[in-house]
């Protein structure tokens, strides 16, 4: 009983509990987090799928595969996010932090749409898609993307678009807030000073609109992801090939790969 305990070991216990209720809960706070992910949309770990849920943890190295009308946004520590409209597939190829040897957080995009929003706080982000990077510092964009075409719009602030090698040498652009910046494949990226009707039109409407911030709805750890099964060689074709090839070959290769 408690009345029987030293005074000495009162003072201790004490102290322990209160060093106890001190410890935070593992909740969002301090982590990227997954704070939309609409069906259908899964995530691929290894080389498994998991369905997707709102509250996971954002991984280094997630495959995100958002299917027809899905929907997934990340936010991240400094209050970056990332909205990604399907059909899209998005890997997180490194997450940035303000303080650690990283500093960016960076996105492959194979295809999709995608609107992203930096802030004064945050690192910037870095997209890589198939014929072009983009640089968001404390910005707001719209991408669009897919093999043939990479199109995007700066509603907010500014990016820099650095064009894969043209006859050997890259083409950079500072694009300012108002602007769109196209490229068809290898072709010389074009420039307006509007957004043209036909990617209005195409836009989402939940892109057209500012990205809601849900991570504070989040207090709770992490919930535990339901696996489906392995990927298959047609899943993991688009990522052996291209800028994703050396990070995911090792991964993904004794999938297979179809035949030609």
């Known amino acids: 009983m408690i009345s029987t305990l030293p005074w000495r070991n009162l003072g201790c216990a004490a102290t322990l509990l ?48 958002a299917g027809e009308h899905g929907e997934v946004q990340l936010e991240l520590p400094q209050g970056e996010v990332l909205r990604i409209t399907g059909p899209a597939l998005a890997y997180v190829t490194a997450l940035g932090s303000a303080t650690g040897a990283h500093r960016a957080h960076e996105f492959t995009l194979l295809r ?71 490229r068809e494949r290898t072709r010389v990226p074009t420039t307006d000073d509007r957004a043209p009707r036909a990617f209005v039109t195409a836009m989402p409407p939940q892109l057209r609109d500012p990205l809601p911030i849900l991570v504070k709805r989040f207090d709770a750890p992490a919930p535990p992801l339901d696996a489906g099964r392995t990927i298959n060689a047609e899943e993991a074709e688009p990522w052996l090939t291209g800028a994703t090839k050396s990070a995911l070959a090792r991964r993904l290769s004794h999938v297979g790969r179809r035949e030609p």
Request: charged share 20%; proline share 6%; no cysteine.
């Open 112 to 182: 999709g749409w995608f609107k992203l929003s930096d802030t004064p706080k945050g690192v910037p982000m870095v997209l890589t898609l198939p014929n072009a990077v983009v640089r968001v510092t404390d910005g707001i964009a719209v991408v669009h993307d897919d093999a043939a075409r990479s199109e995007m719009f700066i509603e907010r602030g500014g990016a820099t678009a650095t064009a894969s090698a043209m006859r050997g040498r890259a083409a950079v652009h500072e694009t300012p807030e108002g602007e769109y910046w196209a």
């Open 18 to 65: 209160a060093a106890m209720l001190a410890i935070p809960v593992a909740g969002a706070a301090g982590r990227a987090v997954y704070t939309i992910a609409d069906a259908p949309a899964r995530v691929l770990r290894g080389v498994t799928w998991y369905r997707l849920e709102p509250g996971a943890s954002v991984e280094n190295g997630d495959i995100v595969d």
